[in-house]
């Protein structure tokens, strides 16, 4: 069966802190894992990962992907309140039309 | 453009009340996709369409039903809600499910489900 890992569950930071969130997983079929930031309402996308080793980075968030190890961290660096989020991983499956599983999401808290 | 959005936003039923959600995009997508999530377990796909007419089950389909008369909507059918189906529902929209540039899926705002 299929599955995504995500932790830890919940994090609770101070402004200016740097937080490195995990993901491992289990998927057949994978071609790509995916990151999502979920505030009060849709998930909305943050990034992509296809190939291993390869950092992308936007602003103050990074994310690599390890697909022999199967897993993938994403970083984000000098948090701000704004960062407060349940960070949602997901792997893109051949199966299913190309669906995503989904980890269970990792709550970020920053504080002030 | 809007995007993908979701009607209604909110909803509250009786066990054995039926309703149907309205997902819609904008941005001539083939690929649409039905999931519920849950606290504490992620978005699970419940069904899938890769094109007009065409739909397929996910991971949890048992108690829906879909259809995809039109290529911009995609509609999930609760026939006969039970307790079990409160949740939060999301649709979503892909450009195509085969081709790594466009794997990217767009999520509507989300449906909030209560069944009595």
């Known amino acids: 069966e299929d599955k995504v890992v995500q932790s830890p569950l919940s994090l609770v930071v101070h402004e200016g802190d740097t937080v490195t969130l995990n993901c491992s997983y289990e998927v057949t079929n994978f071609r790509s894992l995916l990151w999502y930031k979920q505030e009060k309402k849709a998930p909305t996308f943050l990034f992509m990962l296809t190939s291993s080793g390869i950092e992308k980075k936007s602003g103050r968030l990074s994310s690599i992907l390890d697909k022999k190890e199967l897993f993938s961290i994403l970083n984000i660096t000098a948090t701000q309140t704004g960062d407060s989020a349940v960070y949602l991983c997901a792997v893109l499956s051949m199966e299913y039309g190309n669906k995503l599983v989904f980890g269970a999401g990792t709550i970020l808290r920053v504080k002030s | 453009n809007a995007g993908v959005t979701q009607t209604p936003k909110f909803r509250v039923l009786k066990t054995g009340q039926s309703m149907t959600l309205l997902c819609a995009q904008d941005m001539n997508h083939e690929y649409m996709y039905w999931y519920r999530q849950d606290p504490g377990m992620g978005l699970r796909l419940i069904h899938y369409s890769v094109g007009e007419g065409t739909t397929a089950k996910g991971e949890v389909p048992d108690g829906y039903n879909v259809s995809r008369l039109k290529k911009q909507n995609f509609l999930l059918g609760l026939e006969s809600a039970a307790p079990s189906q409160t949740s939060v529902y999301f649709c979503?929209?892909?450009?195509?499910?085969?081709?790594?540039?466009?794997?990217?899926?767009?999520f509507g705002p989300g449906t909030r489900l209560t069944v009595l």
């Open positions: 979503a929209s892909s450009y195509t499910g085969g081709r790594s540039s466009y794997n990217e899926q767009f």
